[in-house]
């Protein structure tokens, strides 16, 4: 069974700092299954990077994804209001289906 | 533009079963190349994957629920469902149906808004 681990828990910042959460795998996973969501209180995920480098449809390049084999990265460069909000990380295998981290909640400092 | 909407009893009892349907507009839930998601979330906790299933039936669920889970699809309504049988309180959470990107990224791209589901006695 695969585990996600998703650190900081909470990341606190200013507007126009630049956000770093990260996703580690409890083994090396494929990089093309790997994928970040954002979430809003009280809405519904959406997709963010898909992957674990590709934007998705309609996403600012202001975030960005990167990382192989166990370790993955979400980089926000600079952190308007609207991007304060849980972030999660997802894999996807055949042997262990789909698998959530346990969020990262980037607040207002 | 694909959209998908849960429906479905807001309240079921206890050892009762709990049924949802998502209902999908635009592709037809019967082409290949998704897969059709159900994921659920505790209040204030992240998310729990509950398991998917394909145009062809295939389906894979969560070892957690698999006992008491099973997904269908409805190719003459466009909706896909998910029943869950022996509810208890900690099956009270929002549910959400997704679509899941088949063949490479199997990433969600597409969600409902979600429907809470509490269950009591």
């Known amino acids: 069974e695969i585990v996600l681990t998703q650190s900081p828990g909470t990341l606190s910042l200013s507007p126009g700092e630049r956000a770093t959460l990260s996703c580690r795998a409890s083994?090396?996973?494929?990089?093309?299954?790997l994928a970040w969501y954002q979430q809003k209180p009280g809405q519904a995920p959406g997709l963010l990077i898909y992957?674990?480098?590709s934007r998705a449809t309609g996403i600012s390049d202001r975030f960005s994804g990167s990382g192989s084999g166990t370790d993955f990265t979400l980089s926000i460069s600079r952190l308007e209001p609207e991007d304060f909000a849980v972030y999660y990380c997802?894999?996807?295998?055949?042997?262990?289906?789909?698998?959530f981290g346990p969020g990262t909640k980037v607040d207002i400092k | 533009q694909v959209q998908l909407q849960e429906s479905g009893p807001g309240l079921v009892k206890t050892s009762q079963t709990l049924s949802l349907t998502c209902t999908v507009s635009g592709p037809s839930v019967h082409n290949g190349g998704f897969y059709w998601s159900w994921v659920r979330q505790h209040a204030g906790k992240g998310l729990e994957w509950i398991g998917h299933?394909?145009?062809?039936?295939?389906?894979y669920y969560n070892p957690s629920v698999k006992s008491r889970v099973s997904m269908s699809i409805d190719r003459s309504t466009n909706q896909f469902s998910l029943r869950l049988t022996s509810v208890t309180a900690a099956d009270t959470a929002v549910y959400y149906c997704?679509?899941?990107?088949?063949?490479?990224?199997?990433?969600?791209?597409?969600w409902g808004q979600g429907t809470t589901v509490t269950v009591s006695s």
């Open positions: 997802q894999h996807y295998s055949s042997s262990s289906g789909v698998t």
């Open positions: 992957g674990a480098s």
């Open positions: 997704a679509r899941q990107t088949g063949f490479y990224y199997y990433s969600m791209d597409v």
């Open positions: 083994q090396s996973v494929s990089s093309s299954h």
């Open positions: 299933i394909d145009f062809s039936d295939y389906t």
